[in-house]
């Protein structure tokens, strides 16, 4: 990415939410893994997805983590799933919160889209308390 980039309000203002949200660790994975093909795509995600609608007024950290991992899994974006599953550490998002989420995605996307996003968060929950059975 080259320097005039970096230093778009949108681009700084998203590289700062998505690190709140994500973690530092995520995101420097993710930047040192880009190349010249996908640079640009993460700046676009980076600008558009994090500097402008995370960081919109209006709705908390939570309810966009919420609304997100809704719309990830009635969609089937398994990983992305995974990934906002762990970011609720970050957002204030409860394991509550996540299975309303799933509950509500079971009847607006249908049950095997819920069922499969219910198993991930499960995987996920165990990974996050040190291989422990996960609980809502």
């Known amino acids: 990415m080259d320097e005039v ?6 681009f700084r203002t998203g590289l700062s939410v998505r690190r709140s949200v994500l973690g530092d660790p995520h995101v420097d994975r993710a ?16 600008e558009a997805a994090w500097g402008t609608v995370w960081a919109r007024p ?10 997100t991992l ?3 899994a009635a969609l089937g974006h398994d990983e992305e799933v995974a990934m ?13 919160d996540i299975c ?5 995605v079971a009847i607006y996307a249908g ?8 198993k991930i968060a499960k995987e ?5 308390d040190g291989g422990k059975s996960a609980h809502a």
């Open 5 to 10: 980039s970096k230093n778009t309000n949108a």
């Open 31 to 46: 930047e040192d893994a880009a190349t010249d093909f996908d640079r640009p795509f993460q700046q676009l995600i980076t």
């Open 58 to 67: 209006g709705w908390s950290k939570r309810e966009r983590s919420i609304v």
């Open 70 to 72: 809704a719309l990830l």
């Open 84 to 96: 906002h599953v762990r970011a609720t550490a970050n957002t204030g998002a409860s394991r509550d």
């Open 100 to 104: 309303e989420a799933f509950l509500h």
């Open 111 to 118: 049950v095997p889209a819920a069922n499969r996003a219910f």
């Open 124 to 128: 996920v929950f165990s990974e996050m």
